[in-house]
């Protein structure tokens, strides 16, 4: 521990508090003392203490009481009790209500007195380190909660997202099925992206017609131009061949397929082409 420590030395015999801070002059840490448990009370209110050296046998309080007191309030302080009577229920009773580190007997070796005080010192550092340890692991544990749960919002979000446009899809292709004229939809590399009943009916005398075909093999090179054209300017554009054959309405694909592809639309009359 640093010259920050802090030991408070708590008895009734005056004697015994100005032995206890000869002892601990040449030591690191500072040295407080108290006269009665209510006096080292007080001090712990205003002194951030590390080490709290009591007489059990006080006239207002005991040591074991007072002890009692701290460790529902400081829990950290590191607790020893010094007294010159050592029966087992004095013991007991210090151990189950004062929770203490150390029960050391008057009159004391000085040497093993200041080693003990350091180990003391010690534990406060390892108990101090552990609780900032268990905060952090709870900290690190709610943080990942809560990503967790952000996870399986975002989750539940897209997978509304994709059912949601599973559903779009479902539709679209239910209107373009229903439409009652072909419809071939035709990508920039020029290949039949989508045909509806219609456009499959009118193409039924290519066998080799079906999605994923190139358009080139079944469109003439003036509608394959069109289509081009409708891409590059992304103008739509009407293709009337003849009075006999059907009209063609290109349109190119917009938003965020814009240059993608074109939608053809056969109108009326449709014949071969």
């Not at 108990?127 to 340890?133: A, G, M, Y």
């Amino acid at each position: 521990m640093s010259h920050d420590a802090c030991i408070l030395c708590v008895d009734d015999e005056i004697g015994i508090l100005h032995s206890l801070k000869r002892l601990l002059r040449k030591e690191i840490y500072r040295v407080l003392t108290a006269s009665s448990g209510q006096e080292a009370l007080t001090i712990l209110e205003s002194e951030h203490v590390h080490v709290i050296i009591s007489d059990e046998r006080m006239p207002d309080m005991t040591g074991t009481e007072l002890f009692s007191v701290i460790l529902k309030k400081w829990p950290d302080i590191i607790r020893i009790i010094l007294t010159g009577y050592a029966d087992v229920d004095t013991i007991s009773d210090a151990i189950n209500k004062g929770h203490i580190y150390k029960f050391i007997l008057k009159p004391w070796n000085d040497q093993n007195l200041r080693l003990e005080i350091r180990q003391a010192l010690d534990q406060y550092a390892l108990t101090r380190t552990n609780r900032k340890l268990q905060q952090t692991i709870l900290e690190q544990n709610q943080i990942l909660k809560n990503s967790n749960a952000n996870l399986e919002r975002a989750v539940r979000e897209r997978t509304r997202e994709l059912k949601l446009q599973n559903h779009a899809l479902e539709l679209s292709r239910t209107v373009l099925e229903a439409l009652p004229l072909p419809v071939l939809g035709i990508s920039s590399e020029g290949v039949v992206a989508v045909a509806n009943e219609n456009a499959m009916a009118f193409f039924s005398d290519e066998p080799e017609f079906a999605p994923g075909a190139e358009a080139k093999r079944f469109l003439s090179p003036q509608i394959i131009q069109a289509i081009a054209l409708a891409i590059q300017e992304n103008a739509p554009r009407v293709i009337r061949p003849s009075p006999e054959k059907p009209a063609i309405s290109v349109t190119p694909l917009r938003g965020r397929f814009l240059g993608a592809g074109a939608v053809l639309l056969f109108t009326p009359p449709i014949k071969n082409l």
